[in-house]
């Protein structure tokens, strides 16, 4: 029902909307993958200019997301900005990287500098493709897979800028987050009762769900 990945985006924009709207909701952000969440796959990447390493020696966790997701998911910003809704399709491509990445790839601050990254491109049906994104902020880090893992650096894009057709959303509350959920869910069918919206639960039950005792 939604073809166009711009559509896609729309949607996103309409249900963090209408959540944001909600009694006791602070933020509310989008993204492909949550953290705690298993889903730490990475994709090559390169500094412009080239270090002269091949394409596919340096590899990264990337993400996409939402302006609001880093005050949603409360990851402080170390320098720069944050996204904002300027960063459309059209718009000049840019990335924010968490500050274990900065580290492991600049000796000084990384904003401003250049990045070849990967992207996935819907223009003609679906390929993947390379293109270069300004750093315009760092923000904390945050293990994708198990709390206690080894960070292995992360490029975030904007959600409106590499489009996902699924995305995990993230509400922060004053509020106890049950007492969210059916208000959630009743604000999303406004918008489009048909889109599924499954497994809600407190961040803290994710990240507990990643850790496992077993006896031996």
Do not use: K, N
């Not at 091949?54 to 990264?60: E, H, L, M, Y």
């Not at 000084?108 to 993947?128: C, I, K, N, T």
């Amino acid at each position: 029902r939604y073809p166009d990945p711009s559509r896609w985006v729309e949607r996103y924009d309409e249900l963090r909307g209408e959540l944001a709207a909600l009694p006791g909701v602070q933020a509310v952000g989008a993204a492909d993958v949550l953290p705690a969440s298993g889903g730490a796959a990475t994709a090559p990447f390169a500094t412009v200019p080239s270090s002269g390493a091949d394409w596919g020696a340096t590899s990264a966790v990337y993400r996409t997301v939402s302006p609001d997701y880093f005050a949603a998911l409360g990851m402080p910003l170390r320098s720069g900005r944050a996204f904002t809704g300027a960063d459309r399709a059209g718009a000049p491509r840019v990335a924010i990287v968490d500050d274990a990445f900065a580290r492991r790839v600049w000796r000084g601050s990384p904003l401003a500098e250049r990045l070849e990254v990967q992207v996935e491109d819907f223009s003609e049906g679906y390929r993947l493709a390379r293109v270069e994104a300004v750093v315009v902020g760092v923000v904390s880090t945050v293990p994708h897979d198990r709390p206690d893992g080894p960070p292995p650096g992360t490029i975030y894009l904007p959600l409106a800028q590499q489009p996902a057709w699924s995305v995990a959303l993230a509400i922060r509350t004053h509020a106890d987050p049950a007492s969210v959920l059916e208000p959630a869910r009743r604000a999303m069918a406004r918008v489009d009762p048909e889109l599924p919206a499954y497994d809600a639960r407190p961040l803290g039950d994710l990240v507990a769900a990643t850790f496992a005792l077993t006896d031996l």
